[in-house]
């Protein structure tokens, strides 16, 4: 891995943490009013859902709660040194989920209208969710994520950020969507709400919402974090590029092109087309996005390497826990290795020390000197703790080496 | 000329951060997409246009905004569009009940066109303005080649004279709430003789 200095590679907000609650910022009213009004409509269309069909609604919430949750973790443990607030991740999830459906609905309506009015009816039938809810529902989508940098800046420092509230923002729009199919158009039967969570989400579910928020929301992070190290002119170009390609991977999704989904689901092969069709759709943009993430993950790592490395000089660090920091299956295994050898309590404490060995990393970013008296402070934590580690019998070896 | 002792450098004013500029961008982008379609689907609608007559007893006339789309020549019908949605008025002499009419059109129009389609189980009743009483269905499906499933209501009628008349609302699924009034108004003041 290349040694930056870290100097280089500023990050300004590394390590503070904001809530959602900024009651001085504008950007906090805008997000409270549009989530409050548009939240009654929402709650009157699940209970209209659940009018129409209740245990297919529950059905429904069921099933797509077993598929949020772990699409939800993933997403917030993506973040592997600088977790983002709960409260900011909630508040993207609920703008996805209520904000941005809502309006969605409403603005999709008003500009299939003009399709059609411009296009004729069989033209709208057939091309109108490809012309209408890409660039409607992305921006919308992407106006969340806007909104969640303005009410905390700081905590939108690098792209991986980014990707984290723009997913979670999708992530609530594509629940709510679902829903929506699964009881509006598949029904609302349990056989309909299987078959449409077999269709949406088994089937498509890698390559939807999530991924376009999530790029969207690279773009921003990258307009908003790069300040001093691009021009403005790329900046620009790269948050309206990325904006572009979300936009352009939905309308491919929506439109007649490329479309080798089974006309309806009869027999085996039937079943068996639908993911095959899916996945010439949607893979080619979930590939690009893992790479995008693979190139934040690896910044990041440059980043903790740069602000930690002289840090191996001091008590706090040593070079071998700072190569497992390095390293997330390292730093996972020396944990289990660590359970292994001195049990459970000496687990926990090397958990410790390594988030506030990556907490060092941060305020060293943030401080002026390196003698500066909260780095003095939290170097002092560290060396007590691996103090405190190593007194434990058996925890030795595996607290000072890299891990086996 | 007297020379000034020299002044320290004075600090720099603080980052002034613009708080309120981006908020008031991002509400303009949020007013321009969720009612600009409105707007502007209105700007390009029409004035509500003269009665269009569907068969030789039979006239609609379309409201604001609907224009006929197309004429169908067998059985006599016409086709009114307003965006997404679309009211297809069809008529036809017919012995039987409105439930009958109701139920030939579901098996002989719907069911043959449709890759899956779903129609409501119960019957309701509707009375037109003339209070010419008829039957209504609502049905979810896709149609053909078309991509988007559609939604749609039809409403059976048949006159005293044995006239009968077809109202089917359909539209794209999630539109037809939004025309659904319209549509009701015009089968309501449809004119059968």
Known sequence: MASLPVARLPRRGWGRRTSLFQWRQPAFWLYAVVVSITAVYAVGQQQIFHELSPSGWALSWGLLLVYGLPVFLAIYLLDLYEREPMSLVLGALVWGAVAATVMSGIANEGWGLVVARLGGPVFAAEWTAALTAPVVEETLKGAGVVLIYLIARDEMDDIMDGFVYGAMVGLGFTLVEDVFYFIAIFGGTTGGVLAGFYVRVISSGLYGHVLYTGLTGIGIAYFASRRGEATVGRRVAVAVGLFAAAVGAHFLWNSPLLNFFPASLDDLGDWLQFPVGAALKGLPLLVFVVVLVRLAHRRERMWLGAALRSETDTPALTAGELQVLLDPRAKRRSRRVMRHRAGVAAQRLLKRLQREQVNLAMMRTRAHADDAPEVARQRELCKSLRDGLLAIPGATPAAGEPSP | ?193
Do not use: C
């Not at chain 2, 708080?19 to 961008?25: E, F, G, K, Q, S």
């Not at chain 2, 009483?133 to 499933?149: C, E, H, N, R, W």
């Open chain 2, 1 to 193: 000329m007297s020379s000034l002792p020299e002044a320290a450098p004075l600090p720099s004013p603080p980052h002034r951060e613009r708080r309120w500029l981006p908020v008031l961008a991002i509400s303009a982008v949020l007013i321009a997409v969720v009612s600009g379609g409105h707007l502007a689907a209105d700007a390009l609608g029409r004035a509500r246009g003269a009665a269009v007559i569907v068969g030789p007893s039979v006239e609609v006339t379309p409201l604001s905004g609907w224009e006929l789309a197309e004429r169908f020549a067998d059985p006599p019908g016409v086709r009114l569009t307003k965006g997404g949605a679309n009211l297809d008025v069809i008529t036809l002499a017919f012995a039987g009940s409105d439930a009958d009419l109701l139920a030939e059109y579901v098996q002989q129009v719907l069911e043959p066109d449709a890759e899956q389609l779903q129609v409501s189980e119960q019957l309701e009743q509707v009375t037109l303005a003339s209070g010419l009483i008829g039957s209504k269905i609502t049905y979810v499906g896709l149609f053909g080649d078309v991509q988007a499933p559609i939604e749609g209501e039809v409403i059976a009628v048949v006159s005293p004279s044995g006239t009968g008349v077809l109202f089917d609302g359909w539209s794209p699924a999630g539109q037809l709430q939004f025309a659904l009034d319209e549509v009701d108004a015009m089968i309501a003041s449809t004119e059968i003789a």
